[in-house]
């Protein structure tokens, strides 16, 4: 078991400022913090509908959360040493996924919380949009448990191509971990798509109803009825 991680102080007073800076402007709720794992590697992924998201969650979440971040940024004089103590991983432009994959699996073997958005970009319809599987290669290839979190009310405050709104209320939802063992092996397609299906089924639980495709769990239902998973079963 690897030791947890005492955040440096550099976070710790960062941490501070921005929920002091939230919390002026927004109420924010939290539900499940007792499901946090404190120790060990843990994927936390969430939806993402705003720039607030990981703000609100790195803040709720009772540990330090290493999130990726465009390289160009850490050659900024400065902002390069802060990102660095807030725990983000430098990915460059044009590297491709495998290079976040490849950052992931280092900061998870090293016992760190990493947070990631397996929708790969902020939803531009207001719904959660389907999960990519970049979220459980890493979770398998790391054995790392799952933790699936909802943020609720950062589309309302702040959605993709608008500005923000300094009023309203914002909560984080967090469900318990998701143990992929079970899925670990080769990583084919297969078991990709089913351990995918199992994190976004988590998240979309936490989801009130207007933040999902209409008839979502109908589909996800008729999924789980195809002859190829009754094979499986």
Avoid: C
């Amino acid at each position: 078991m690897v030791a947890p991680i005492r955040p440096n102080l550099v976070y710790r007073t960062v941490k501070r400022i921005v929920r002091g800076l939230l919390g002026l402007f927004y109420r924010i709720e939290v539900e499940g913090t007792e499901r946090v794992p404190m120790e060990g590697p843990v994927v936390i992924a969430s939806n993402h509908h705003s720039f607030l998201d990981p703000l609100v969650i790195g803040v709720v979440l009772p540990r330090p959360i290493a999130f990726i971040a465009r390289g160009d940024l850490f050659r900024i004089p400065g902002l390069g040493w802060l990102l660095r103590k807030l725990y983000a991983i430098p990915v460059e432009r044009g590297s491709g996924d495998l290079a976040a994959v490849k950052a992931a699996i280092r900061a998870l073997r090293a016992g760190m919380a990493f947070g990631i958005f397996p929708e790969g970009r902020r939803s531009r319809s207001g719904r959660l949009e389907p999960f990519k599987t970049g979220t459980a290669a890493i979770a398998l290839r790391t054995r790392a448990p799952v933790l699936p979190v909802a943020v609720v009310g950062t589309r309302e405050v702040w959605p993709p191509g608008k500005r923000p709104r300094l009023r309203g209320r914002i909560r984080v939802l967090i469900g318990d971990p998701i143990d992929l063992d079970g899925a670990a092996g080769r990583l084919d397609k297969v078991r990709l798509e089913e351990a995918t299906r199992r994190i976004e089924a988590a998240v979309a639980g936490l989801l009130p109803l207007d933040y999902l495709p209409e008839g979502y769990f109908s589909r996800a239902t008729l999924q789980q009825e195809t002859p190829e998973n009754a094979d499986q079963a």
